[in-house]
């Protein structure tokens, strides 16, 4: 049977012809503009005019459009990594070693956000206990311990066992790994500063949880190297974090107003724990000056500005050591009124009296603002007082004050942007601490150059 023979069979028992069907398939296409080959065949008829060309013309412009929207964003994005026309207030570091395992954008945004970083432990300080190993416990999924160094062999031991990790002999070898993104240190020891230097010389991020009390050179000089290392740095300044000082500026910003006198007081036990487990008696004057930076960092902190100068006495006791020092610091003037801090430490109780120690301690700081006033307990407990009477708050159920530094630390690191203030907020409460013990020994007020 021929071609144009052939027929199908429809579904009512007719049957349709295969020429039919071509010809009413070429009427269709006729009807809708007509066919190419009938247009080629009739000159005469006029060319047929689509009623889609202009609108096919504006989507391909639109396309054009998006595509160059997208490469245009690109470069910006790119351009941002590489640091060109960043704003000055920002400092872009060099890029974290956690961020460069993967080469693919989905392994990169995997690394900003969700990425666990390795860390190694240097030292197990006082407060290893009841803020760093809980809080490295909570934060699993942000933090991975790989290896410990510890003056004492069996806490050392034991934190190995705890996390799975390795203990090593030395911190240099800790740092030196190549498994290792960031360094926790958390105990001042023997090695002082080493510890921070080698970790800049590695380029690994640096929790530093030790003292603060150094020389101005050696400040100054530590500064620049951290800055010129371009690695991230924070120091520990636990009060800033803890849940009563952060609702305390929340309130300063909405109920309280701004401040006007701030009150800090502290007293010092005895002896200082670590030291003692170590063997080696702390003076009375270095548990005072470690105490005093964290004291100026959390005025600094809770006022937002920096003090522009500073008064202080210190007194000695038999022994001709300092057991206790004051500081007012003198904020500058705005529209309102100036803002005066005083703060003061002491160590003046004996270690044998411990019952006097804990006797009526007094509140960790008090605030008078311009409509009302605030007492604080850390790290949870806030009393605060206005026209509508008083107000207590128990802040039990937020975050620690733990927690809240190891997430602020994993931000730090895992950001492209460098943050600087925590650096200089270390070196400007060194910088006032300074100014504070030449104020004493010069017996005059004595303005703040940071």
């Not at 360094?183 to 690994?204: F, N, R, T, Y």
């Amino acid at each position: 049977m021929s071609a144009h023979g052939a027929s199908l069979s429809g579904s009512k028992g007719g049957s349709i012809r295969l020429a039919d069907s071509h010809a009413i398939t070429s009427r269709a296409r006729s009807a809708e503009g007509g066919d190419p080959a009938t247009e080629k065949s009739d000159p005469d008829r006029p060319p047929r005019k689509t009623l889609n060309s202009e609108p096919r013309k504006g989507y391909r412009r639109t396309l054009e459009a998006l595509r160059f929207a997208s490469i245009f964003f690109r470069f910006s994005r790119f351009r941002k990594l590489c640091g060109w026309n960043v704003s000055p207030g920002l400092h872009l570091r060099r890029v974290p070693r956690v961020l460069l395992r993967g080469t693919d954008r989905h392994s990169v945004r995997r690394s900003l956000h969700g990425m666990k970083l390795r860390v190694g432990l240097v030292g197990l300080g006082e407060a290893w206990q009841h803020r760093h190993r809980p809080a490295l416990r909570v934060l699993q999924d942000r933090f991975e311990v790989r290896a410990v160094y510890g003056s004492v062999p069996l806490l050392a031991d034991q934190a190995a066992r705890e996390f799975r990790c390795d203990r090593v002999d030395g911190f240099r070898s800790l740092i030196q790994r190549p498994d290792i993104d960031a360094v926790l240190i958390l105990e001042h020891s023997w090695q002082g500063w080493l510890p921070m230097l080698a970790a800049c010389d590695a380029g690994k991020a640096i929790y530093w949880a030790a003292d603060l009390d150094l020389e101005p050179d050696q400040a100054i000089e530590l500064k620049q190297r951290v800055d010129r290392s371009g690695v991230a740095f924070m120091a520990e300044f636990p009060r800033r974090y803890a849940p009563a000082t952060l609702r305390l500026k929340e309130l300063i910003a909405t109920r309280l107003g701004p401040p006007q006198l701030v009150f800090c007081h502290r007293r010092v036990p005895g002896e200082d724990p670590v030291q003692a487990r170590h063997g080696r008696p702390s003076s009375p004057g270095h548990l005072i000056a470690r105490e005093l930076v964290e004291l100026i960092d959390w005025c600094r902190f809770t006022v937002g500005v920096d003090p522009q100068s500073t008064m202080s006495v210190i007194h000695h006791n038999a022994q001709d050591h300092p057991d206790y020092q004051v500081i007012n610091l003198q904020f500058p003037q705005t529209d309102r009124q100036p803002v005066t801090c005083q703060l003061s430490c002491g160590r003046y109780i004996p270690s044998r009296w411990t019952e006097a120690i804990t006797f009526r301690p007094p509140a960790g700081l008090q605030i008078c603002c311009e409509r009302g006033l605030a007492f604080i307990d850390l790290p949870s407990s806030l009393v605060w007082f206005d026209d509508a009477g008083r107000h207590q708050e128990s802040l039990e159920s937020e975050l620690s004050v733990g927690e809240q530094l190891l997430t602020q630390f994993h931000r730090a690191v895992t950001s492209l942007v460098r943050k600087m203030s925590d650096l200089e907020d270390a070196y400007r409460a060194l910088r006032i601490l300074q100014a504070a013990q030449q104020s004493a020994a010069e017996n005059r007020r004595v303005d703040i150059i940071y």
